[in-house]
Each structure stands twice: as C-alpha cells, then as structure tokens.
C-alpha cells in the first residue's frame, strides 16, 4: 500500500513524467522540477501519521505533502478519518481525551506534534471553518474580531473587519447591520460569516470541514466561489463529501478509503481521469461508497 | 381541540377506534394538574383573607410587640433581605467556579465522579443537618457568633450550594460544544473560551439556577434555628455580627403565641409578606435574565 502515496515530488520523478507536467496548471514547460518545487512548496505534511481513538486506529501510516496556496481537497466514504486528518494538522484531536497521535505532522518544516510547540499559537497561524456554521451569538462585528481579540490583536481592528468581510464576499450584504447578531443571518451567510472570522487574524493555512454541507445550492457555489479566490493567498485543506466539488475547486486531491488510509494522492484532473487505483476509481464512479 | 380527542369513539371509514383510554387518561392528567394548583389557590386566598386588615404599612415598618395589633415585621424582613444578599455573594462565585471547573477542566475519572456524586447527594442531605454543620463550624470553631447574619449566611449558603453547582453545571454542559471548537480554532486559551463563549452563553441558566436556589433560602427556618438566631429581634441588624432574625422564623415564633389574633391575623399578615418578597426578588431576577439572554 505504498506506492499510491504518492507526494507531488515523487511524482515529478516517475517516469511518467509528461503526464504530470500536462496535469499542473502552472507552468513553464518542463524547466525540471527545481522550479516546479519553488512553484508547490509543500507547507504541510505528513510522515507516517497514525491516530488513535481509543483502541480504534482512525488514520493509518498517512504520507502526504501538502503544497502552499493550493486548495487541497480530502476525500473518501464516511468514517475513513478525513476530519481526522484535518483535525490533527491544527491538533483539534488534542481536546479529545482519548485521541492518540503517531507519526510526524509538519508545518513549514516544524513538527507540531513536538513538546516545544503550544497548540493554541498553532491554531492562531491555521484556521479552521467547520462543517455547520457556528457563529457566537454576538455581533457580526465582534465575530469575525473574535480570533483579533483573543490573540490581543487591537490594532485598526475595524479595518481587519472589514477586509476580512470583503474578502469573505460578505462585506456587501453586511455593512449596514455590522451591530446585529451573527445568528440573524441566513445559513450560508453565516458560514461566509465563519470564513471572514478564521482569516481575520491572516493565518497560513484555512481547513475546511465540509463546509458547504449544510447549505442549499445557491450558497454553496458561493463558497465554492470564494475557496477559489482563498487559495490566492491562502493554503486551503477542504474535507469533502461532495466529489463534484472536489473536482471544482481543488488542485489536489487526497483520497482516503476505509480503514483511515490514504489510497491515491495526486493532481485533481488525473485522480478524476485516471487514478492509479481501481479502488479510488470505484469510488469516485460511485460503485461504493 | 379536535373532535377525536373528546369523542370516546370515531365513526370512520376506515373502521372504529376506541378512544375511551385516552379520553380517560387525559381526565386523570387534567385532575393531576388541578390538585397542586387548586390546593394552593385555596391556601392562598384562605391566608390572604386572613391577613385582611393585619398586613399595613405599620406591620411592614414596626418592630414586633406583644400586642397583636401593634406587632410589625421590620427586623425579619430586613434581616431575610441581608442574609439573602449575603448568600447571593458568597454562592454565586463559588457555584459557578466549581461548575466550570467540574465541566470545563476536571478530566473524566474516578474522582470526578466521586465529587460529583457527592454534589449530588448534598443537594438532598436535610437542611437541619446544615444547621449542625454552620453550629459546629461557624459559631463554634470560627466563632463568628451566634445566630449572627453572616453565620447564617454561610450557613444557609452551604446549603444551597450544591443545588448552585449543579444548575450551573446544566447550564455549562448546554453551551454547545460546536462553540467551544469554534474558539478553541481561533486560537483561544482556555480561560479565553470559558470568558468569551461558554460563561455569556451559560449565564441565563446560571442564573435562573442561582435564582431558584435562593428562593429556597429565603423559606430556610431550620438551619437558622440551629445555629441559634434568635426568633424575635426587635432592632434591624446594623453589621455583619448583628444578631438576626429571618421571615420564617419570626413567623414560626408567632404561630405558637396563644393568642388567637396572632396565630391567624399576625401570620397571615406575615406568610403573604414573605411569599410577595419572594415573588418580587424571583421577577426581578427573571428580568435580569431575560434581559442576559438577550444582549448575548
């Protein structure tokens, strides 16, 4: 179960090598891959990662080399431990009593599952949407400050608002009732809502858990929308159930199947296309799953 | 209502269906809710029509007096008053910052749910065993005086205090757990989460919890008794050490006067004075809350 591991690096070393050229959207034409390295540089990852719920193994020996201002998109059945996967990048899984961590995770180099690493100043530079919108019951203002304040940011804290607003395309429909409270609006606002609060603080990295799910169509294309535009400036991580959405907006796909394993690990045209297993193809034509 | 709830049976269609036992079952709910109600009804009006003509303002504004007609409730109110306020202060803290810790902090073990089956089986221990305790420990140990306002207070207050817990507790436990995530993702501490999220949101049951408990405190007569304070006081206390007297108690005292004038006017007059306080004190605080709930 090793080879369909595959990071973007080993890839580029395979002998199919024209293949994954064609794939990146972002190139020069075969300047070999020092440039295309520049081009991803991979922020997080992951070495033989394993958790634990108990007795329960939810992930099992994950590999994966996440690059830089790309939206990664994480896919598979239910139970196959994506939210797990996306939960321990912020150590999320640490308020869970029972979790247990294996493995190296590591963000810009640093393994932040090492002593000298404090969660809560991992998380002010990851943030985190989740998959219903969970707003506080306070102002629209005082919610996307939230992360502001609790990192003793209090500098132009309007401005930050407001751009965080703008950036989440909810600045329009909002700018009037800044004051009101964040639960009067609708569904897919708030969960625009709930982006402009986890980029307000301008973290590195955005994870996403499934965050179009409880939202009607309209709302969802608009979030889908504004992934896109993150991933200008941010590292976007988004678990998905929905795979044509995968298939939308990711640049990378990471499929998990049962058993908390990841399968196949690649560009999202050529897991859509052409997986390398019969396994993910099945899945992604719907035979199970 | 819809006709088949009352009709005992339907002509249907379909065929027939007996309703005659739920007909029946909702007769007895009906006289199961009517019993309570009632009985306090009658209570009440019964002492309300006693008090007519006893309950004025000189009753509210004079110490008692051996004469019936001169009698006055002052001292009681004002001493029920401080020794509720008091309890309201020492509880509060206290019960909120033991919930948080048992919800918040406390991880799941066996010593956990030692204390907390303890909390529980406090809440339920009789409230003349408090008295001993606030005797023993209070005014005997501590020896801050017999049956003076802040002995009772911490009396009554420890005896409060497990109910103060545990409705704060419910109230912590209902703050939804996506909330604390959402703060906890932000990149919150603890102490950020618990002042910023779960405190705000779980205050309107705090509360309310806080609220009820204190109604009990205020009808609290034998504990009182046990730590000696006096049944009568004729002067308002004027310190922390001043000794005191409570509404109940001073009306227990005047139930066991031989004249017929207390045992009916003076108590009824002195039983509606204690339950309208109470009510009062319960409206405010309800105000106070409904007000919380909305602001947050």
Redesign the interface.
């Known amino acids: 179960m090793t080879p369909p591991q595959m990071s973007h690096s080993e890839t580029e070393s395979a002998a199919d090598q024209p293949d994954t050229t064609l794939d990146s959207d972002i190139v020069d034409d075969g300047d070999g891959p020092d440039q295309r390295t520049m081009m991803d540089r991979t922020l997080l990852e992951a070495r033989n990662l394993d958790v634990y719920y108990g007795d329960e193994q939810a992930l099992t020996d994950v590999d994966i080399e996440i690059p830089e201002k790309q939206v990664t998109a994480v896919i598979g059945p239910s139970g196959c431990g994506k939210s797990t996967f996306l939960r321990s990048i ?1 150590r ?1 899984n640490d ?1 869970v ?1 029972t979790a247990r961590i294996e493995g190296d995770l590591l963000f810009d180099g640093k393994n932040v599952y090492d002593d000298d690493v404090d969660p ?6 990851i ?2 949407v ?1 998959q ?1 919108p ?5 102002s629209i203002r005082d919610n996307v400050a ?2 502001l ?3 003793g940011d209090d500098e132009n804290v309007d401005e930050k608002v407001e751009t965080a607003l703008k950036r989440a395309a909810l600045w329009d429909e909002v700018e009037h009732q800044l004051d009101e409270s964040g639960l009067e609006l609708s569904g897919g606002q708030q969960q625009r809502l ?1 982006i402009a ?2 980029i307000a ?1 301008d973290p590195e990295v955005i994870l996403m858990d499934e965050p179009a799910s409880a939202l009607d169509p309209v709302a969802t294309s608009k979030i889908e929308d504004l992934i896109e535009e993150l991933a200008e400036d941010y590292t976007v991580v988004i678990v998905t159930h929905n795979m044509q959405q995968a298939a939308r907006i990711s640049d990378k796909t990471a499929v998990f199947l049962t058993g908390g394993e990841l399968v196949e690990f690649d560009n999202t045209n050529k897991i859509f296309e052409n997986p390398d297993h019969q396994r993910v193809e099945d899945y992604i034509t719907g035979k199970f799953g | 209502m819809a006709a088949e709830s009352t009709d005992a049976t339907t002509d249907s269609a379909f065929g027939h269906i007996s309703r005659r036992k739920d007909v029946a079952f909702r007769l007895l709910a009906l006289a199961a809710t009517l019993v309570g109600i009632v009985s306090l009804a009658l209570l009440l009006t019964n002492v309300a029509v006693d008090a007519v003509g006893w309950l004025d303002w000189g009753f509210l504004t004079s110490p008692p007096h051996p004469f019936p007609d001169q009698a006055g409730f002052l001292p009681a109110i004002v001493g029920s008053l401080a020794i509720m306020l008091l309890i309201a202060l020492i509880t509060f803290p206290l019960g909120v910052g033991a919930a948080v810790y048992l919800e918040e902090y406390a ?2 073990g066996p010593l956990t749910t030692f204390i907390q089956l303890n909390i529980a089986n406090l809440a339920g221990v009789p409230s003349i065993v408090y008295g001993l305790l606030g005797l023993g420990l209070f005014v005997g140990m501590l020896d801050i005086g017999y049956g003076s306002v802040i002995a009772a207070a911490f009396t009554v207050g420890l005896l409060i205090l497990p109910i103060v817990i545990i409705s704060a507790q419910e109230a912590i436990r209902a703050v ?1 757990d ?2 604390r ?9 603890k102490w ?1 989460t618990i002042r ?2 779960v405190l ?2 779980a205050m309107p049951g705090i509360m309310t919890g806080t609220i009820l408990a204190l109604g009990r405190a205020i009808g609290e007569t034998a504990p009182l008794i046990m730590i000696a304070a006096p049944t009568t006081v004729f002067g308002v206390p004027t310190g922390l050490l001043s000794k005191v007297s409570a509404m109940p108690l001073q009306i227990y005292n005047w139930a066991s006067y031989p004249q017929q004038a207390f045992q009916y006017g003076v108590v009824a007059a002195g039983v509606v004075t204690l339950l309208v306080i109470l009510l009062t004190i319960n409206s405010i605080a309800i105000v106070i809350r409904n007000r919380f709930e909305r602001s ?1």
């Open positions: 912020n999320m308020l009593d809560v100043a991992l998380r002010r530079k943030g985190m989740f219903s969970n707003p506080f019951p306070k939230y992360g304040k609790v990192q709930c609060r986890a603080p | 991880s799941d939804p996506s909330q995530q959402a703060s906890y993702g932000m990149g919150a501490t950020q910023n999220v705000p949101r947050t």
